[in-house]
Nanobody, 123 residues
Framework: QVQLVESGGGLVQAGGSLRLSCAGSGRTFRSDAMGWFRQAPGKERECVAAISWSGLNTYYADSVKGRFTISRDNAKNTVYLQMNSLKPEDTAVYYC????????????????WGQGTQVTVSS
């Protein structure tokens, strides 16, 4: 049974930082792309950041470029999202996901999902 568990969410003031972690179990993800998505009320789930199996290729949504950094540690089967300079518009439930592809940016390309962690940014 494959399982992804996010942690690190919370409530922060604008300008603050959070570091999200996603630990996988059930199988290794060394050959898989991993990504972070977010979903705010009334909006579709969108890809915030993604990282290739090797860690050499990354993708960021324009709205978070320069503020968020995705990284992975395949030895620990874990992906991270460092979020700096947070804005109220970053408020959403953040999900980690794993794709069978070596790199993926679309929601439909991902096969496994965590339960999500709430990030709330106040002004």
């Amino acid at each position: 049974q494959v399982q992804l568990v996010e942690s690190g969410g919370g409530l922060v003031q604008a300008g603050g930082s959070l570091r999200l972690s996603c630990a996988g179990s059930g199988r290794t993800f060394r050959s898989d792309a991993m990504g972070w998505f977010r979903q705010a009320p009334g909006k579709e789930r969108e890809c915030v950041a993604a990282i290739s199996w090797s860690g050499l290729n990354t993708y960021y949504a324009d709205s978070v470029k320069g503020r968020f950094t995705i990284s992975r540690d395949n030895a620990k089967n874990t992906v991270y999202l460092q979020m700096n300079s947070l804005k109220p518009e970053d408020t959403a439930v953040y999900y980690c996901a794993v794709s069978s592809s070596t790199m993926a940016m679309l929601r439909t390309e991902y096969d496994y999902w965590g339960q999500g962690t709430q990030v709330t940014v106040s002004s």
